[in-house]
């Protein structure tokens, strides 16, 4: 395996210098800078959070929620760990406990997501088997002082209603 030369770019002495390409690049950001200072109404800015985005698509994924049951109102979530399994960013966390209604064998004591580690990727989504956790809740900013506020619990996720008419698991 050889090496390959590769003959540099700019072989003059204006080309050298660099100077030309650096006055080029603040003649067109000094132009922007002018023409927004002279006219400030046409750059697009929103009075955020009052005012909501206008670019936020129908498929977009919100804050994670948990689903109940139909039949009793129950949490969906087996505590499989798929959804944990699956989760590249390792922000869920998930500690089983035995059901004793005698509907399923386990369901999740303690349930956490960290959505300040989490990338929104949605894979928890697809690998739940029971339709138990969504993203579908429509809430694009989450708001907190502290780094608890944003470590959503079984409780709290459970309380999140979803922009679609279907509250309940879709799962059988």
């Known amino acids: 395996m050889g090496i390959k030369v590769v003959e540099r770019h700019g072989n003059t002495f204006k080309e050298k210098l660099y100077l030309p390409a650096i006055f080029a690049g603040m003649k067109s950001t000094l132009k922007h800078f002018t023409k927004n200072l002279s006219d400030a109404s046409n750059i697009p800015t929103i009075c955020y959070p009052e005012e909501k985005p206008t670019d936020i698509t129908p498929r977009y994924r919100g804050v994670h929620r948990l689903t109940h049951r139909e039949e009793d109102d129950s949490i969906a979530c087996v505590a499989c760990f798929m959804c944990a399994t699956a989760c590249p960013a390792n922000c869920i966390e998930i500690v089983a406990t035995f059901r004793d209604d005698g509907v399923d064998e386990k369901m999740p004591a303690i349930f956490n997501i960290d959505l300040l580690e989490c990338v929104f ?52």
């Open 121 to 172: 990727c949605g894979y928890c989504v697809e690998a739940c088997p029971c339709d138990a956790i969504r993203m579908d809740s429509g809430i694009y900013s989450v708001i907190g002082k502290v780094r608890e506020d944003f470590i959503y619990n079984k409780a709290k996720l459970l309380s999140i209603k979803g922009i679609s008419k279907e509250e309940y698991s879709l799962a059988k």
